[in-house]
């Protein structure tokens, strides 16, 4: 089974910017879509920003104008360029991986923290 790590989180302060990387140990060719979710403390996890298999691309509201999100199927990875970032920013960032019949695949996270 493939498995996702992802990497790039780190303290940043407010203004700054993070990218984030998501590495699948196998192909991600066959999985539909890729995204990014965030879980802040105390909060419910959320997306963030979507990429499908033929490159489209959506965002939450809160990552809109800010962040990017692109995949490379050749390297099995997708990034999520985050800018402008802002205190509420802060979260654990997760990568995840659907094909649209099986579950879906995370990654363990990896911790944002933007400082005001």
């Known amino acids: 089974q493939v498995q996702l790590v992802e990497s790039g989180g780190g303290l940043v302060q407010a203004g700054g910017s993070l990218r984030l990387s998501c590495a699948a140990s196998?192909?991600?060719?066959?999985?539909?879509?890729m995204a990014w979710y965030r879980q802040a403390p105390g909060k419910q996890r959320e997306v963030v920003a979507t990429v499908t298999s033929s490159g489209s691309t959506s965002y939450a509201d809160a990552g809109k104008g800010r962040f990017t999100i692109s995949r490379d199927n050749a390297k099995n990875m997708v990034y999520l360029q985050m800018n402008s970032l802002k205190p509420e920013d802060t979260a654990v960032y997760y990568c995840?991986?659907?094909?649209?019949?099986?579950?879906?695949?995370w990654g363990q996270g990896t911790q944002v923290t933007v400082s005001s």
């Open positions: 196998g192909s991600i060719v066959r999985f539909n879509v």
């Open positions: 995840r991986a659907t094909t649209g019949i099986s579950s879906p695949l």
